[in-house]
């Protein structure tokens, strides 16, 4: 099971999954003040409004942060899904997909999912950051 960590703002539940986070600052260098990883605990859930955070973390592509409105019963994310290639990163693919692993078993991702695209991913198919280390260029 992931761990995981969960912040009320009364209106959505963020929820945050550091074992997850491929660290790629997304959210701290465009919300620092609701973001900030040099404090405890990071996630200052009130210090912005509800639409400022969800469109924030609707960007987070290792899907460590995500959010859920209390008043409804699924995960929101119900945009189209789309695939986004980051500049010397992972393949980004926004909304909700069925993998099926070599192994035969099927997960389902919402909202974002990074997938590598370097080949040095310890975690494949998904991004764990090591195109960093690699100095992937695509």
């Known amino acids: 099971m992931i761990d995981s960590k969960k912040y009320d703002t009364g209106e959505i539940t963020i929820h945050w999954k550091p074992s997850v986070c491929i660290h790629s600052t997304i959210c701290w260098k465009n919300l620092p003040h ?3 990883p040099r404090e405890k605990p990071w996630i200052k859930h009130t ?3 509800t639409k400022e955070i969800t469109g924030q973390i609707d ?8 959010y859920t409105y209390n008043n409804k019963t699924k995960t929101i994310m119900e945009n189209q899904n789309k695939i986004e ?3 010397n990163g992972p393949i980004l693919v926004h909304g909700t997909i069925e ?3 070599s192994d035969g078993k099927v997960e389902v991702k919402e909202n974002m999912t990074a997938l590598c695209r370097c080949g ?3 975690n494949k198919p998904y991004c764990d950051g090591a ?3 690699i100095d992937f260029k695509g």
């Open 131 to 133: 195109h960093r280390k």
């Open 59 to 66: 960007k987070c592509p290792s899907g460590a942060l995500s």
């Open 47 to 49: 210090a912005a409004d």
């Open 99 to 101: 993998i099926k692993n």
């Open 34 to 36: 609701v973001f900030n």
């Open 85 to 87: 290639i980051a500049a």
């Open 120 to 122: 040095a991913s310890a």
